[in-house]
């Protein structure tokens, strides 16, 4: 049988976040988004929540609390809810901290795992799209030769969140037929990180490009060294994380219209009780619960180490469609006002269909 209840301990997360998003995050988004940065007291105070360093295990510098998927989409649906590209900023360090911890070998763990437990904000990156029509983050275009006990990276790639300040970036590639992730230092010979991306949404948050011209690794940079690792997990997961933002944006879409429909009146009435947009209303909501029923699904089948890749898959395709039909209905609620920036809506149906077309922005 499938629960939607969640357990106690979910629920006080859910409501704790939910009100650090409206307290903290909402209202920096406006001007985040005009000023295109992230506020760094925001990055600091999302850092000392410890929403990547608890769920590090004690060896590493963390609190050893276990990590549940299905918690960390509700932590991302809340925080996505107060504004996605901040929501994006404060998680990017659980890009690659998460990936390591979960795939990577014991002397990558404790080589790279104890910066995230710090005092400060620190975070990688993981570099998953490519600037090319049809591209797909399964199969990357960008290729990792072996040669004489190295690795040589060749290719472009873009939507590099935080890829002004990451130290490292966990870059997938195509060794043969294989998939494969490689820890690249920002200070690789071979490895130009671009200026700053100019994106339709998702302004505050920092993307850029990567350009990788032979750059030579030693083979230890592998995820999971010899052994290899499960790439396709790790995008997996991203997946769903992204799917879980885009469920934020969605539900402040419709948060927003609802209560603007009750008090717009027109014709001596308010707009609510106008057919067309109390059933408009109601298919957003509808859909908003599907979405989170995929999510859900999805978080469920990796927090219980199960192939979840159709499901992730599923999640994210039908977020990205869905999140994009609710943000462009609430603009057609609030008419004229859904264009202007004295109402959030234009700036939420721009980070939809940012979020998208993206790819490995975020994780679980």
């Excluded at 599923?314 to 006002?337: F, P, T």
């Amino acid at each position: 049988m499938i629960s939607f209840e969640m357990t106690e301990e979910q629920t006080l997360v859910r409501d704790s976040m939910r009100e650090f998003a409206a307290a903290e995050i909402r209202k920096r988004a406006r001007s985040a988004d005009e000023e295109s940065a992230v506020p760094a007291e925001l990055l600091a105070t999302t850092w000392s929540l410890g929403l990547t360093s608890t769920q590090l295990p004690e060896a590493f510098g963390g609190a050893g609390e276990a990590r549940s998927c299905v918690t960390n989409a509700i932590v991302l649906e809340e925080l996505a809810h107060g504004d996605a590209a901040l929501a994006i900023a404060a998680l990017s360090p659980s890009l690659f901290a998460n990936a390591i911890l979960d795939h990577g070998s014991e002397a990558q763990k404790k080589a790279h795992l104890p910066r995230f437990a710090g005092a400060r904000f620190v975070t990688g990156s993981l570099a998953v799209c490519e600037p090319a029509p049809l591209a797909d983050g399964s199969r990357p275009r960008c290729i990792a030769e072996a040669k004489n006990g190295t690795y040589v990276l060749s290719g472009r790639k873009s939507l590099v969140a935080m890829g002004d300040r990451a130290t490292h970036f966990l870059v997938t590639a195509r060794e043969g037929s294989e998939l494969g992730a490689y820890i690249v230092p920002r200070d690789a010979v071979g490895l130009t990180v671009g200026p700053l991306e100019k994106n339709m949404g998702l302004r505050a948050l920092p993307t850029t490009s990567l350009l990788l011209e032979r750059v030579e690794l030693p083979a230890e940079s592998k995820l999971g060294e010899a052994g290899g690792a499960n790439v396709q997990a790790v995008l997996d997961a991203s997946r769903v994380a992204l799917a879980a933002v885009m469920l934020g944006v969605s539900r402040a879409v419709l948060e927003y219209c609802v209560p603007y429909a009750k008090d717009r009146v027109a014709f001596d009435e308010a707009i609510a009780k106008k057919q067309a947009i109390a059933f408009r209303l109601a298919d957003m909501h509808i859909e908003q619960h599907a979405m989170r029923q995929l999510v859900w699904r999805a978080a469920s089948l990796l927090e219980h180490g199960l192939d979840a890749t159709r499901a992730a898959w599923q999640a994210r395709c039908y977020a990205a469609e869905k999140s994009m039909w609710i943000a462009d209905n609430g603009v057609q609620v609030l008419g004229g006002h859904g264009f202007i920036r004295e109402h959030p809506v234009e700036m939420w149906f721009r980070h939809a269909r940012t979020l998208g077309v993206a790819e490995g922005l975020v994780a679980l």
